[in-house]
């Protein structure tokens, strides 16, 4: 393949990218596909193997440099809140400049065949994994609630940008609210206090006891 053939076919690769985002995975037959990328179908089976191997490339691409962005964060010896701002930056500004990938990572991850979606949930692990990593250092949690708040975190990185674009306001208002939100999360987690152990039950006897 040569260098231009690449580059025409990574430009139409965005585009059905976009198609599946705005139609969704399951709808987008291969024929309708490779009309809309403008080629015949026997000419994107030679870039590709199927639509879901399509999909699957584009979500590895977007988890791995999510994961690039975090470590990035995580190694920085800045301070927590310029690292954080680094983070949620970048995040911001990756899906300004193209929301689809987000989008599908969100709604058609599921469409994906079991070892794809094995191999995708073991990036989304170790971008979790990261995130406790940096939600532990300035807190000093437990192991469990570490996990847990990287696990929302997680969730929050995938999620918040596209619930921000389903409102009304400005592009530059989004990033704020991003940034914003994304930032309150982490920066508000020190005040978070372990929930209290439940008491075990009274004996019976006991409850006899106190009721006399």
Same mark, same amino acid.
């Given at each position: 393949?040569?260098?231009?053939?690449?580059?025409?076919?990574?430009?139409?690769?965005?585009?059905?990218?976009?198609?599946?985002?705005?139609?969704?995975?399951?709808?987008?037959?291969?024929?309708?596909?490779?009309?809309?990328?403008?080629?015949?179908?026997?000419?994107?089976?030679?870039?590709?193997?199927?639509?879901?191997?399509?999909?699957?490339?584009?979500?590895?691409?977007?988890?791995?440099?999510?994961?690039?962005?975090?470590?990035?964060?995580?190694?920085?010896?800045?301070?927590?809140?310029?690292? #954080?701002? %680094?983070?949620?930056?970048?995040?911001? =500004?990756?899906?300004?400049? $193209?929301?689809?990938?987000? !989008? /599908?990572?969100?709604?058609?991850?599921?469409?994906?065949?079991?070892?794809?979606?094995?191999?995708?949930?073991?990036?989304?692990?170790?971008?979790?994994?990261?995130?406790?990593?940096?939600?532990?250092?300035?807190?000093?949690?437990?192991?469990?609630?570490?996990?847990?708040?990287?696990?929302?975190?997680?969730?929050? #990185?995938? %999620?918040?940008?596209?619930?921000?674009? =389903?409102?009304?306001?400005? $592009?530059?208002?989004?990033? !704020? /609210?991003?940034?914003?939100?994304?930032?309150?999360?982490?920066?508000?987690?020190?005040?978070?206090?372990?929930?209290?152990?439940?008491?075990?039950?009274?004996?019976?006897?006991?409850?006899?006891?106190?009721?006399?």
């Amino acid at each position: 393949m040569t260098e231009k053939m690449h580059s025409r076919f990574e430009h139409n690769r965005e585009i059905a990218l976009q198609l599946f985002a705005n139609q969704g995975f399951a709808q987008v037959s291969l024929r309708k596909l490779a009309t809309h990328m403008g080629m015949s179908t026997a000419a994107l089976y030679s870039h590709c193997s199927s639509k879901e191997e399509l999909l699957f490339d584009a979500l590895e691409e977007h988890y791995e440099n999510i994961l690039t962005i975090v470590n990035r964060g995580v190694r920085n010896s800045a301070p927590l809140q310029q690292r #954080l701002l %680094q983070i949620t930056q970048a995040i911001a =500004e990756q899906y300004q400049r $193209a929301p689809w990938y987000f !989008q /599908l990572a969100n709604r058609e991850r599921h469409c994906l065949k079991t070892a794809h979606r094995q191999q995708i949930e073991q990036l989304r692990q170790l971008i979790s994994l990261q995130l406790q990593q940096l939600c532990a250092n300035p807190m000093n949690k437990p192991a469990r609630c570490t996990h847990a708040i990287g696990q929302v975190a997680l969730n929050l #990185l995938e %999620q918040l940008p596209v619930w921000v674009d =389903e409102t009304s306001v400005s $592009a530059d208002r989004q990033q !704020q /609210l991003i940034k914003a939100l994304i930032q309150g999360f982490f920066t508000q987690l020190p005040e978070l206090h372990e929930e209290p152990a439940i008491p075990e039950e009274p004996h019976y006897a006991e409850l006899q006891r106190r009721s006399a």
